[in-house]
């Protein structure tokens, strides 16, 4: 069995594009309403912990919706 080099295996790591994934949850959605508890039940755990955008697939600015929204719903009693 013959080795190869890793970088002839796999191809350069730095060569590769990083592709993000992006959120399915916020298409057509250009804002984050706190009254929409549904929506906003997709970005928050069973503990009630809001969701990173790593995990969510969300924007920068999403997120700080998101954000803003989730308290904003735990306020009014919406959600946990």
């Known amino acids: 069995?013959?080795?190869?080099?890793?970088?002839e295996e796999y191809?350069?790591?730095?060569e590769a594009p990083l592709i993000r994934k992006k959120s399915r949850h916020l298409e057509?959605?250009?804002?984050v309403d706190p009254?929409?508890?549904?929506l906003l039940?997709?970005?928050?755990?069973?503990?009630?912990?809001i969701?990173?955008?790593r995990l969510s697939g969300a924007s920068a600015k999403q997120q700080r919706q998101i954000k803003s929204a989730v308290r904003r719903a735990r306020v009014l009693g919406l959600i946990p």
């Open 35 to 38: 009254h929409d508890y549904e």
């Open 41 to 49: 039940r997709k970005f928050v755990t069973e503990h009630g912990k």
């Open 28 to 31: 057509g959605v250009s804002d």
């Open 11 to 14: 191809g350069d790591r730095n």
């Open 1 to 7: 069995m013959a080795f190869r080099k890793r970088n």
């Open 51 to 53: 969701i990173s955008s």
